[in-house]
């Protein structure tokens, strides 16, 4: 924190206690970069001392945790927001701006995965305890997108598989380093999940999430339409033009801005502060993930489909 405030030109304070960091006077917004299981207890003391919050993904560790934020953080009428760099990235923007322009057709299907071959992250317990794990970490980002690119549709039910085959024997670490024992030991989560979440508007959504696996890496959303498909990475659009020719269209974005996903991220926050704009990725996206990931978890412990009950607010 010290090297990083060297670079700012304003005097910088230093706190070890968030909440008395949140009563601070001067303080106008609090970004929650935590570990899960923090990330809640946190922002609500931002929230309830008037602070607008933007949290990290996934929103909470539990969705009990989660609603309870979100509740809180909209009756403070503060600006609420999540930081989701693969929503955010520039791809993925392209994909959802053009499926808003009717380019698809009607978008029926998706895929979405992030695989890792070695990945497990232990440089924090929080990763493998509990509330943590490979699906929170990595699939909410696919999920969100995808999520994202199909228009927020409503989702309705999902069946799913989880569990966790290399972490507790302390492989599939990153960049296959194996941690002492009595770190993996206490591993408590998922190391790979995936499952089928169905949508009110017919929509079907495969998703899947390995921090380790006998495959290569990959981070990959794949879009069925009726006019044209598209894969995100690479940025790639499929069709058949007026004279039935199959066309494979690759999307060139310019290099630059592939650096700026963080910015657009900040800049939002800020204008929706500042400039009273409406918020693209409030907390209760967030929480309509965090219902869709741990409704797939709950399914992986029971072997049956869990059905999803939300409410559509601030669908920006």
């Not at 008395?20 to 006077?25: G, Q």
């Not at 009273?276 to 209760?284: E, F, G, N, S, Y």
């Amino acid at each position: 924190m010290k090297a990083f405030a060297k670079d700012l030109p304003d005097e910088v304070k230093f706190y070890t206690d968030y909440t008395e960091m949140c009563k601070a006077d001067d303080i106008d917004a609090v970004f929650v970069g935590t570990p899960n299981q923090w990330h809640v207890p946190i922002a609500l003391e931002a929230v309830r001392n008037g602070k607008h919050v933007m949290v990290t993904k996934p929103l909470a560790d539990s969705e009990e945790a989660a609603h309870k934020l979100v509740t809180e953080a909209e009756a403070a009428g503060v600006v609420n927001m999540m930081s989701l760099s693969t929503r955010f990235g520039n791809d993925c923007q392209y994909l959802g701006n053009i499926a808003r322009d009717n380019y698809f057709g009607e978008l029926y299907y998706a895929r979405a995965r992030s695989v890792r071959r070695n990945g497990i992250p232990a440089w924090n317990l929080g990763f493998i305890k509990k509330g943590g794990g490979a699906f929170r970490d990595m699939g909410v980002h696919v999920l969100d997108a995808a999520w994202w690119i199909l228009g927020l549709p409503k989702p309705i039910a999902v069946l799913g598989a989880a569990g966790a085959k290399f972490g507790p024997r302390g492989r599939g670490y990153w960049n296959r380093s194996q941690p002492p024992k009595e770190t993996y030991e206490q591993y408590e989560s998922d190391d790979y999940a995936g499952g089928f979440i169905t949508f009110e508007n017919g929509v079907g959504l495969q998703v899947e999430s390995f921090w380790a696996s006998h495959q290569p890496d990959e981070f990959q959303i794949e879009l069925f339409g009726t006019d044209a498909g598209a894969t995100l990475k690479p940025l790639r659009l499929f069709r058949t033009n007026e004279s039935g020719t199959s066309e494979d269209i690759n999307v060139n974005l310019a290099s630059s801005q592939y650096d700026k996903t963080w910015d657009a991220i900040a800049d939002h926050f800020i204008e929706c502060i500042l400039d009273d704009v409406t918020c693209k990725a409030p907390l209760r996206h967030g929480l309509i993930v965090q219902q869709m990931m741990e409704g797939l978890l709950t399914s992986a412990e029971t072997g049956r489909e869990v059905h999803i009950k939300v409410k559509l607010k601030n669908d920006s």
